[in-house]
């Protein structure tokens, strides 16, 4: 560097300052930069974005069955971290030490909760979608005590009670909310399988979650991401054979959608996958919650749909217990 040089070029007439460093040197390292210093957060906040932009984009896909957007999104998948893995000379059969058992749940839930997600886009409000995922930190607090023996605290059950009367703001059961109208593009069967696939979502990454934490480290993440995929590209093919829905984009909009949708989510996962290298697993969750803010206003300019007020009480009930849920364990973690 210029600074660096210049530096130098001056100690060289005392000989007792040639390994001195230059004050702006010290202050520099002790005070990054923004940017850098914050990576993680911007890269987060990103990754929010672009998830956002994928499901709202699944909602505009109307010709193309649900199944069919996850197969291409996996393909692609594929595609991307076989050549990675070959690079790094990943091995993809043999594994040393490791729980079998906890592997295939992980590949397995991680699969099924991303068609899961997609089939709960194209039934309901994407907002309604992503804040109901968004009960994850609570699951997987209960999962954790139960699997991998963590202790549970009053204010976890006090929290998943906060998130349990979100859900019911959202989900707007009959008996609570009496008959509900919907529009010509929605009955009350796709309102309820909606709802449920989008918690089931919310269970299976729970689950995802506990059994890598089982792994640990003794597995690739590589080989996860393609095992995963692998494994998501079986469990969608079989049903698109059966009710023989193998078909193309009708239209040029709809190829746009089906390709903004694949890129759009593999880009953000790997803009995730890197925030979480720069940046507090915990913090990075947080921002991730601006999910909820990006996809009901994408899905209001891109489709019109305006949330009534008990979507907005659940979400911000929900987002209070999961951002309650993940402090919690970021103080707990902490040593004394």
Request: proline share 3%; net charge neutral.
């Amino acid at each position: 560097m210029a600074i660096e040089g210049s530096q130098h070029a001056v100690s060289s007439f005392d000989t007792e300052n040639e390994n001195t460093e230059c004050p702006l040197q010290i202050k520099q390292k002790k005070h990054p930069s923004y940017l850098c210093s914050h990576s993680g957060l911007i890269l987060a906040f990103f990754a929010s974005g672009l998830f956002s932009v994928s499901n709202v984009c699944v909602k505009l896909v109307t010709t193309v069955h649900p199944f069919e957007v996850v197969l291409i999104r996996l393909l692609f998948a594929l595609a991307y971290v076989i050549p990675v893995m070959l690079y790094k000379n990943v091995d993809f059969c043999e594994f040393r030490d490791i729980q079998y058992i906890w592997f295939i749940v992980s590949c397995v839930s991680l699969s099924a909760g991303f068609v899961c997600l997609f089939i709960a886009i194209s039934m309901i409000p994407v907002g309604n979608v992503v804040v109901l995922y968004s009960i994850r930190p609570i699951i997987t607090a209960f999962m954790s005590c139960c699997c991998l023996s963590e202790s549970v605290t009053w204010l976890d059950f006090v929290l998943g009670f906060v998130s349990i009367v979100g859900i019911a703001a959202i989900t707007k059961p009959e008996f609570i909310f009496g008959n509900l109208s919907f529009n010509e593009s929605m009955t009350s069967g796709h309102y309820v399988l909606g709802n449920c696939m989008a918690i089931v979502v919310a269970l299976f990454s729970s689950l995802a979650f506990v059994s890598m934490r089982k792994l640990g480290k003794k597995v690739s993440v590589l080989a996860i991401i393609f095992y995963t995929s692998l494994c998501g590209v079986v469990i969608t093919s079989i049903p698109l054979y059966i009710m023989n829905r193998f078909s193309l984009p009708s239209s040029l909009s709809e190829w746009q959608y089906v390709v903004v949708t694949v890129l759009s989510s593999l880009l953000a996962e790997l803009v995730f996958l890197k925030s979480l290298q720069n940046e507090k697993a915990t913090f990075v969750a947080i921002i991730r919650t601006m999910d909820i803010v990006f996809s009901c206003i994408l899905e209001y300019i891109c489709l019109g749909h305006q949330p009534d007020w008990t979507d907005i009480g659940g979400a911000v009930l929900i987002i209070i217990s999961s951002i309650g849920i993940m402090i919690q364990k970021m103080y707990v973690g902490k040593p004394d």
